[in-house]
């Protein structure tokens, strides 16, 4: 890697078209005592966001849609 180059640069406009991002908050009921997320409510965290993605960018009714 050269000294003008760095791996933090964020990417251009452009590679983000077409990305969808919702915001999760991971709170202290989803982890066990070592703070890690346990993996059914990942499951459920990711499908909510599924769920948005539906809804605010497809613009169709997620429940229908099965």
Do not use: K, Q
């Not at 003008?4 to 077409?18: F, I, K, N, Q, V």
């Not at 890690?36 to 990711?46: A, E, G, N, S, T």
């Amino acid at each position: 890697m050269s000294a003008g180059t760095s791996r933090s640069t964020p990417p251009d406009r452009a590679a983000l078209e077409g990305l969808f991002s919702a915001p999760v908050r991971v709170r202290f009921s989803h982890c066990d005592p070592a703070g890690i997320v346990y993996f059914p409510r990942w499951f459920d965290l990711m499908n909510d966001v599924v769920e948005d993605w539906f809804a605010e960018s497809l613009g169709l009714d997620y429940r229908g849609f099965h």
